[in-house]
């Protein structure tokens, strides 16, 4: 039924989409997804910032402004209408980013969304007689725990419990998933669908993850609601578990039925209203987290990744050219660039364009256009020179948000690729958190970034 109604909304939306391209007056949707604590708030805001102020001819985007053509007269933001979704309140971000004593966002907890009008002078000999045309940029923000929700669209209840067990039995995970681990081994294969059973159940699962996430940095955790569920809260829906014997009876047939209530209602609700009509993808990652926070959580965001990308919708299926939906360019950046000096920032989008390569080759056998890079929404330091027993090495300095202190700060060596064992062994990563720099919270003079302006003129540049 879900499919059937996508394909209604997307065959309605077919007409609008080529009537506006016709005439140069594109809509580009941009969903902005990545792992949690990537910096998707930050990213948002510092693109809004951003793009506002080069709409006032500020040089905030330069390589936008070029894939432009130089063309970019104005954006502004389009007010409100009757939209089901809370709007992306950029404002009230930056204006926390440039209080007195600046507040990184939180985490985000539901979805949210924002559109932005973008005028351009036309080319060619007849653009002064057609005048401006327009370009409309929306936007989606929603919490990065649903994002691994996407891989259970294609997995039963029996073969996602097996992968689950699977992961929460590997290294650390063990011993933080260690009571969740001892109870549901120690069931019965014909335990009854006690509703009691069931949420001591998933209490016991739920804290395993809560610990995996917020003690180990692991990001590989489902389903995502249970440590973000949203606005709603907790509901019954919620209330299931791996199981090591999965069945058709008792307790197994009850986590089993809530499973599949769950993926339709995630497909339902979530990925066929919102983000499969997203034609353009930037995923986050925070891969300098992750080497940070060792081999265990560095390999679980690297399975991470390649699993939200195999689920991405790539395009390239009879009812993508029929209806012209579908991913066209995916854009995958390194978060946090800013934290190491120039010369590692090629290393750091090498080793995530080593995690994703070979997505990326999917992506471009079905005709999507894809980049990789390092980037740093908001800057928060400069390059600096230190000494490490006794030679100088490049590093950073900026504000440690801990104390106030300027610090210069020498981070460690990046790999190109995923690293050998030795690394951990001997490997030394630093990861302090920074704060942003005094900022102007009407944002008139745009955001200081790295790599905001390449990232945006890969996944847009074409339709300004």
């Not at 039924?1 to 909304?9: E, F, I, P, Q």
């Not at 809560?210 to 709603?232: K, M």
């Not at 981070?411 to 690394?423: K, N, Q, T, V, Y």
Request: aromatic share 6%; net charge neutral; with cysteine.
């Amino acid at each position: 039924m879900s499919d059937a109604l996508g394909l209604l909304r997307d065959l309605v939306e077919v007409p609008e989409r080529l009537g506006r391209r016709v005439i140069g007056q594109p809509r580009i949707r941009l969903a902005v997804t990545g792992l949690t604590r990537a910096g998707k708030t930050v990213f948002l805001t510092s693109l809004v910032a951003n793009l506002l102020a080069a709409g006032r001819g500020k040089r905030t985007l330069p390589l936008l402004e070029a894939a432009a053509g130089g063309r970019l007269r104005g954006v502004r933001l389009v007010p409100s209408g009757s939209e089901s979704l809370p709007r992306f309140d950029a404002a009230a971000h930056l204006a926390a980013l440039a209080a007195e004593v600046p507040a990184w966002p939180g985490r985000t907890n539901d979805l949210s969304t924002l559109e932005l009008t973008l005028e351009l002078d036309r080319g060619g000999m007849l653009g002064s007689l057609l005048g401006a045309r327009t370009v409309t940029l929306e936007l989606l923000d929603y919490p990065g725990e649903w994002l691994l929700d996407l891989p259970m669209l294609d997995q039963d209840f029996s073969a996602w419990s097996a992968a689950t067990l699977a992961r929460l039995r590997r290294g650390r995970r063990a011993a933080a998933a260690r009571g969740f681990l001892d109870w549901v081994e120690a069931l019965p294969p014909g335990a009854p669908a006690d509703e009691a059973l069931a949420r001591r159940g998933h209490a016991l699962y739920r804290d395993a993850l809560r610990e995996c996430r917020d003690s180990l940095g692991f990001r590989f955790l489902q389903p995502g609601r249970v440590l973000n569920p949203g606005p709603r809260g907790e509901t019954p829906l919620l209330w299931f578990f791996p199981l090591p014997h999965p069945g058709t009876g008792g307790l197994a047939g009850l986590l089993s039925r809530r499973h599949a209530a769950y993926i339709e209602a995630q497909r339902s609700e979530f990925f066929e209203p919102y983000f499969r009509r997203f034609e353009r993808q930037a995923v986050l990652v925070d891969v300098l987290g992750a080497l940070h926070a060792g081999q265990d959580a560095f390999e679980d965001t690297a399975e991470a990744l390649a699993a939200i990308a195999n689920a991405l919708r790539y395009g390239g299926g009879w009812l993508d050219w029929l209806t012209g939906a579908g991913v066209s360019r995916v854009a995958f950046a390194a978060t946090k660039a800013d934290h190491v000096p120039a010369r590692q920032r090629d290393a750091l989008a090498a080793l995530l364009g080593a995690l994703v390569a070979a997505p990326q080759g999917r992506a471009t056998e079905a005709g999507v256009t894809t980049s990789v890079h390092a980037l740093a929404a908001i800057r928060c330091t400069e390059d600096d020179v230190a000494t490490l027993e006794g030679r100088p090495v490049a590093a950073v300095r900026g504000v440690l948000l801990a104390n106030g202190r300027s610090a210069r700060i020498y981070p460690g060596e990046i790999p190109l690729r995923p690293p050998e064992p030795e690394f951990w062994a001997h490997g030394f990563f630093e990861m302090p958190e920074f704060q942003p720099p005094r900022l102007d919270a009407a944002g008139g003079s745009g955001v200081p970034h790295l790599g905001l302006d390449a990232l945006l003129a890969a996944l847009i540049g074409d339709l300004l």
